[in-house]
T-cell receptor
Framework: GDSVTQMEGPVTLSEEAFLTINCTYT??????LFWYVQYPGEGLQLLLK?????DKGSNKGFEATYRKETTSFHLEKGSVQVSDSAVYFC??????????FGAGTQVVVTP | DAGITQSPRHKVTETGTPVTLRCHQT?????MYWYRQDPGHGLRLIHY???????DKGEVSDGYSVSRSKTEDFLLTLESATSSQTSVYFC???????????????FGPGTRLTVT
């Protein structure tokens, strides 16, 4: 069935390193795609989104491009900070307009 | 920050007891959602509401019921709690469905429920 798959964590990297979190989806039609972030002890918040093919979402130095040909929406950041330590969720909309979440990827950034 | 509060924030209860979690919003958004978060599963939708007294089931609705008598409040009830319902519960709100306008969902801080 329709789903989203994201790389397992935890991903541990040093401050100022390059971050990539892979996300691929299987869905009928053309869903909207999102990345949500959850900081420790908090609820989720929208990081960025893309609503159609080739759209690039960006926020706080993070970017992700909606690739229809590879059904992917990989999250990237060129230079991470300790404050980026969080759990990142790849999310897509199903045909009813409800959000479907990936399992989440924990990112740990060390000084 | 969107005005969403959840109560209680933490609760420990015994198997077989009823439990009600409350979500309160001050944004006057039409849609409200209840999710549970478990390791390895991301967030899964339990129930959602698209207006006062209008609710529908999500993918993991068994054992849960909801009510929405006012725009600002959305209650989640576990009629008879079981250990499998130990989880972190999140409420979310949005002005519309994501498919229609790619509306963002705003999440509350969560309620950690432990059923012993």
């Amino acid at each position: 069935g329709d789903s989203v798959t994201q790389m397992e964590g935890p991903v541990t990297l040093s401050e100022e390193a390059f971050l990539t979190i892979n996300c691929t989806y299987t869905a009928t039609g053309y869903p909207s795609l999102f990345w949500y972030v959850q900081y420790p002890g908090e609820g989720l918040q929208l990081l960025l989104k893309a609503t159609k093919a080739d759209d690039k979402g960006s926020n706080k130095g993070f970017e992700a491009t909606y690739r229809k040909e590879t059904t992917s929406f990989h999250l990237e950041k060129g230079s991470v900070q300790v404050s980026d330590s969080a759990v990142y969720f790849c999310v897509w909309t199903d045909s009813w307009g409800k959000l479907q979440f990936g399992a989440g990827t924990q990112v740990v950034v060390t000084p | 920050d969107a005005g969403i509060t959840q109560s209680p924030r933490h609760k420990v209860t015994e198997t077989g007891t009823p439990v009600t979690l409350r979500c309160h919003q001050t944004e006057n958004h039409r849609y409200m959602y209840w999710y549970r978060q478990d390791p390895g599963h991301g967030l899964r939708l339990i129930h959602y509401s698209y207006g006062v007294k209008d609710t529908d089931k999500g993918e993991v609705s068994d054992g849960y019921s909801v009510s929405r008598s006012k725009t600002e409040d959305f209650l989640l009830t576990l009629e008879s709690a079981t250990s499998s319902q130990t989880s972190v519960y999140f409420c979310a709100i949005s002005p519309g469905l994501a498919r229609v306008g790619s509306y963002e969902q705003y999440f509350g801080p969560g309620t950690r429920l432990t059923v012993t």
